[in-house]
């Protein structure tokens, strides 16, 4: 496992569309325990393949357990390959923010609840039930698989701003 370099939002990479998963082999995983360790280290909850280099329809998603709440859905590692949204419903705004454009959020309307299919690292089929937080974790990596930032989203450009270093510092980017 390594820790590798995320690229940044001005680097082409980051905007071309990735290529289905195919080869569900050892170096599938190696590439997700890769993801994995780099999204920790950052620190954030989701990376897509691309934002290391690799155009791959990959996305790993982790969001961090909250003391005293039980949500299923935290603390739990998803990892999805081919992921695609098949359903949403409803629509709330909320910040986001990038591991390839750290430093900045911005207020971005996102579906509510989602349902994603897609395939685990054998190439099973799943299906993956997700609201709040997680349905916005999610579809913001889906994006990151067609070449979209969550900049492209904003309805405005006021709705990005700069985080103070000590917001940036608490910060948990997606």
Known sequence: ??????????????????KKVKDFGPSLK?????????????????LAAPQIGVPLRVIV???PQVEGEEDPQRGKLFVICNPEVVKSWGEEEGDEGCLSLPGYVGEVKR???VTVKGQDLKGK??????QGLLAR???HEIDH????????????IDKLRRLEKAEEEAELAI
């Open 145 to 156: 698989l067609h070449g979209m930032l969550f900049t492209t989203r904003l309805e405005s």
């Open 111 to 113: 579906a509510s609840r």
């Open 137 to 139: 974790a999610l579809q």
């Open 61 to 63: 998603v982790e969001l």
């Open 30 to 46: 190696a590439l997700v325990d890769d993801m994995v360790e780099t999204m920790r280290a950052a620190p954030g909850i989701g």
């Open 1 to 18: 496992m390594a820790v590798r370099r995320i690229l940044q939002a001005d680097e082409m990479a980051v905007h071309q569309k990735a």
């Open 125 to 130: 089929k799943i299906r993956v039930k997700a």
